[in-house]
């Protein structure tokens, strides 16, 4: 069982920055892919970013790419999320979950556990 728990979202205007991050409960934290997600109202939820379970490959949507960095700590059982030059287009309730598996999926539907959410609000 991994229970997470996001913190670090808010309000912030466009063209400044933000940092998520999302903090796991268990022993076996260095044992999943870590994803973040997010999901704007009356959207799908959408892959952002994931990264191995030894934390040297990450991936990014094509929306993202160039300007959020995700990264994990298997020492401190985080993971986090820095967010740079965001849009408006960037405003969603963030998620991060966990993948028992050593690389992760762009799909929400192969994670395993799920934070709650934390809101991110981007105004222009």
């Known amino acids: 069982q991994v229970q997470l728990v996001e913190s670090g979202g808010g309000l912030v205007q466009a063209g400044g920055s933000l940092r998520l991050s999302c903090a796991a409960s268990g022993r076996t934290f260095s044992s999943y892919a870590m994803g973040w997600f997010r999901q704007a109202p009356g959207k799908e939820r959408e892959f952002v970013a994931r990264i191995s379970r030894g934390g040297g490959w990450q991936y990014y949507s094509d929306s993202v790419k160039g300007r959020f960095t995700i990264s994990r700590d298997n020492a401190k059982n985080t993971v986090d999320l820095q967010m740079n030059t965001v849009k408006p287009e960037d405003t969603a309730v963030y998620y991060c979950?966990?993948?028992?598996?050593?690389?992760?999926?762009?799909?929400?539907?192969?994670?395993?556990?799920w934070g709650q959410g934390t809101q991110v609000t981007v105004s222009s």
């Open positions: 979950a966990a993948k028992d598996s050593v690389f992760g999926s762009p799909s929400p539907k192969e994670y395993d556990y």
